[in-house]
């Protein structure tokens, strides 16, 4: 045999052997860690909740604190069960401006984590800890350069430590004394102990209106905000806002319940205002759009059987849908909203396919998405109720079920604010969003 030949299958062998060492160096080079992988991912979508002293079971802050629990957390990131975000991916609007929801390849990244033992890795390529807020800071106060410009607190109530649940219904003057825009706004109880009684906050707007509004001027003052676990806040888009006016005041709707001690706690709004002078050109309002067809007396849920209900809604003027927010209860199972359009078109904005009332979430529409809605569309908002057995969080499926404001009660209805448009000011968000298409298309 020629030399050259012999040294050509000497490499050919050393080769050959060098491959599995080769392969799984690669693999280990491409199997996630925790500090360089995994914990970006846990404090950008988890650890506001996931931290000590929160409302989470656990803290995914450490690796320590993390490990024990890495094949709980494959299972609820591959079903999506965490973190909470349910909107329905395959069908609507996907673009909004508080996803929480993991990516398919932050998934992806988990479970593989998961799968490959849960490794540690370098613990140089840990992330600096993320800082939180203080709980007495509020959310927006860096934002807008301080805590909010007007506060207004809800009078107190005392929890008993045992008791069924309760509704609180006091009516606060704001103190005004001249009309002002709201630019942003955040409600939440007092207290660390009253987050524990507080079920949700409503706060109403009560004042007369003018009739000087323009094209929101029949539409009515609205729900001011609603707070429920997982809700932060709402601020307006630019160049619009919520008017509040001298003489008006808050009528609170406060659902509390006891928790085995007693507990005495207010609610608070924070109002973040335009600057005197500085009026915004675009109301926006609150609405609960209900979906039972004629009102909340006819909703009637029959035991072991799923139920739909549905009911449409016409826009008089105008208007930017800004959000959607379904609301419903333990029989809860999902709720959609579409638009039929004038011309009879129907465009399917948002679908929550699996509910849960432990959190009330709140979708905000990204600018570009936010649907614009000429008047004359029809909102069409439906409702499915699961009253079986395999509903795991319904208390009882052989009970009949109507509409009530306890939790074993059911509603129905979606909480979305609209900026009214006068017709030159639709035109011309039209023809911007048509603009920003051509050129992300080219």
Not at 111 to 136: K, L, Q, S
Not at 264 to 279: A, I, N
Request: hydrophobic share 40%; with cysteine.
């Amino acid at each position: 045999m020629r030399r050259d030949t012999r040294l050509l299958l000497v490499s050919l062998a050393a080769l050959l052997l060098a491959l599995p060492g080769a392969a799984a160096a690669g693999a280990e080079d491409t199997t996630p860690t925790f500090t360089k992988d995994v914990a970006p991912i846990f404090q950008q979508k988890c650890q506001a909740c996931h931290r000590p002293g929160y409302i989470a079971p656990m803290s995914l802050v450490t690796y320590a604190e993390s490990r024990p629990w890495a094949r709980s957390i494959k299972t609820r990131v591959e079903t999506r069960q965490m973190p909470p975000w349910h909107i329905d991916k395959s069908v609507g609007i996907q673009d909004f401006e508080n996803d929480r929801s993991l990516t398919g390849a932050e998934i992806d990244t988990i479970v593989r984590w998961v799968d490959a033992g849960a490794p540690r890795g370098n613990p140089a390529d840990m992330p600096p800890p993320v800082e939180f807020a203080d709980d007495d800071v509020w959310n927006f106060a860096g934002l807008f350069g301080g805590p909010p410009d007007l506060v207004i607190h809800s009078a107190p109530y005392t929890v008993p430590a045992v008791a069924q649940d309760r509704w609180w219904k006091p009516e606060v003057p704001t103190g005004l004394t001249e009309d002002r825009w709201i630019r942003a706004i955040e409600i939440r109880p007092s207290s660390v102990d009253g987050r524990r009684i507080t079920h949700h906050a409503l706060a109403r707007l009560q004042q007369e209106e003018d009739g000087d509004l323009g094209a929101a001027s029949d539409v009515g003052p609205g729900l001011l905000m609603e707070w429920a676990v997982g809700k932060q806040g709402e601020i307006m888009r630019p160049n619009s806002g919520k008017l509040i006016k001298a003489g008006s005041s808050i009528v609170w709707d406060i659902h509390y319940h006891a928790v085995g001690e007693e507990i005495t706690d207010t609610v608070e709004l924070g109002l973040y205002l335009y600057p005197k002078g500085e009026e915004p050109k675009h109301r926006q309002v609150l609405s609960a759009f209900s979906t039972i067809e004629g009102g909340s007396d006819h909703l009637s849920i029959p035991p072991n059987q799923v139920t739909v209900t549905e009911r449409f809604h016409v826009l008089k003027q105008n208007g930017r849908v800004e959000n959607y927010q379904p609301h419903m209860h333990l029989r809860g199972k999902g709720m959609q909203m579409t638009a039929i359009l004038p011309d009879g078109t129907t465009e399917v904005l948002s679908r929550v396919s699996d509910f849960n009332f432990n959190w009330h979430l709140n979708y905000v529409y990204a600018d570009h998405a936010a649907p614009l809605l000429p008047k004359g569309t029809v909102l069409h908002l439906k409702s499915w109720y699961d009253n079986t057995s395999a509903n795991r969080a319904n208390p009882d499926p052989n009970q009949w079920v109507g509409y009530g404001d306890r939790t074993v009660d059911e509603m129905g209805h979606a909480w979305v604010n609209v900026t009214y448009l006068d017709d030159d000011d639709f035109a011309a968000a039209l023809a911007e969003r048509e603009a920003l298409a051509t050129t992300n298309d080219n």
